[in-house]
């Protein structure tokens, strides 16, 4: 129902940051609960974050605690996930993805709609 198109990848040293993008060109990201999982080559899709429908409750990754934020603006259509601290341990291709609940999910199966994904390359 809803496409996503994620944006924001891109090569940053270790230590650095980024900001990526997700955004609905169709449909409504306000209806949603929303999240970010990340895929390196030969390992599994692996859970960043997730924020609600109401952005009152968010869930992260032990991996990345700490160091990553999500957020949305709904008005805008978007949800964000800053990335500070950035490892090489980080490098993946980056997914946003969504599901019709009100409730937050950390699991992958657990989403239906999932954007093309955005490459992020940590370099020492």
């Known amino acids: 129902q809803v496409q996503l198109v994620e944006s924001g990848g891109g090569l940053v040293q270790a230590g650095g940051s980024l900001r990526l993008s997700c955004a609905a060109s169709k449909g409504s990201v306000s209806t949603h609960t929303m999240g970010w999982f990340r895929q390196a080559p030969g390992k599994e899709r692996e859970f960043v974050a997730a924020i609600s429908r109401s952005a009152l409750s968010t869930s992260y990754g032990d991996s990345v605690q700490g160091r990553f934020t999500i957020s949305r603006e709904n008005a805008k259509n978007t949800v964000y996930l800053q990335m500070n601290s950035l490892k090489v341990e980080d490098t993946a291709v980056y997914y946003c993805?969504?599901?019709?609940?009100?409730?937050?999910?950390?699991?992958?199966?657990?989403?239906?709609?999932w954007g093309q994904g955005t490459q992020v390359t940590v370099s020492s």
């Open positions: 993805a969504a599901r019709l609940s009100y409730s937050i999910a950390t699991r992958a199966t657990e989403f239906a709609l």
